[in-house]
């Protein structure tokens, strides 16, 4: 109220120039980006799924119980691992069949060493890892030893998708087998591989 309306009206005009050339060549630099082929490679863990015949991925954790763990450091031995969690249904049943094995193959004092990792189970620290794997060991009288994560390093890692996920690791350090979910011919598809590893290491005197 008590103000009049305005408008006012302005003019511009442009001169677009090209340079014959540019002052310097434009160039990139990758740096720590990773190509990828298909727009699911994008996803930090399909990208990583682990595949039979690579090497194995860097695995450093501590157990339940508290001792360390280091896969570079089992080379010479054929290592199971079985990615399990309290919230994958099926998980109870892989490491009811490793537990099988973890019995018949020496309870890890030979050269079969097996062993449980905790993944996806939301802990913010170990102390917090530790209980939910101790009660869910505890329910289930299991006897195999497992390790315990904190974060998806270890997903993202090992490129777990679901649990649970077994992975056999051959005496060389490479991937033989991997068994992702389970069923009525997972235990022996996991026998097939041990038994297939010890005749191979038997053929070379070992």
């Excluded at 449980?116 to 009288?141: K, Y």
């Excluded at 991937?175 to 041990?194: A, D, F, P, S, Y």
Aim: aromatic residues 6%; hydrophobic residues 40%; contains cysteine.
């Amino acid at each position: 109220e008590g103000l009049e309306s305005f408008s006012w009206r302005m003019r511009m005009t442009c001169s677009v120039q090209f340079p014959a050339a540019l002052p310097s060549p434009i160039t990139f630099s990758p740096g720590n980006r990773v190509p990828v082929a298909t727009r699911a490679e994008l996803d930090p863990v399909a990208r990583n799924v682990v595949k039979v015949g690579q090497s194995a991925p860097p695995l450093q954790l501590s157990t339940r119980r508290g001792s360390t763990f280091d896969l570079q450091s089992h080379r010479g031995k054929t290592v199971i691992l079985c990615f399990w969690s309290t919230r994958g249904t099926l998980s109870i049943k892989a490491l009811d069949i490793l537990e099988e094995l973890f019995e018949a193959w020496g309870r890890n004092e030979e050269d079969v060493l097996i062993y449980g990792v905790d993944v996806r189970e939301g802990a913010t620290s170990r102390t917090e890892a530790v209980e939910i794997a101790d009660r869910f060991w505890s329910q289930n009288m299991l006897a195999i030893p497992t390790m315990v994560t904190v974060g998806d390093d270890v997903v993202r890692t090992w490129g777990i998708l679901s649990v649970p996920m077994t992975v056999l690791v051959g005496p060389d350090g490479t991937v033989k087998h991997v068994e992702r979910g389970v069923g009525v011919r997972t235990k022996m598809n996991l026998e097939n591989q041990l038994k297939s590893v010890s005749v191979s290491r038997k053929g070379k005197g070992k």
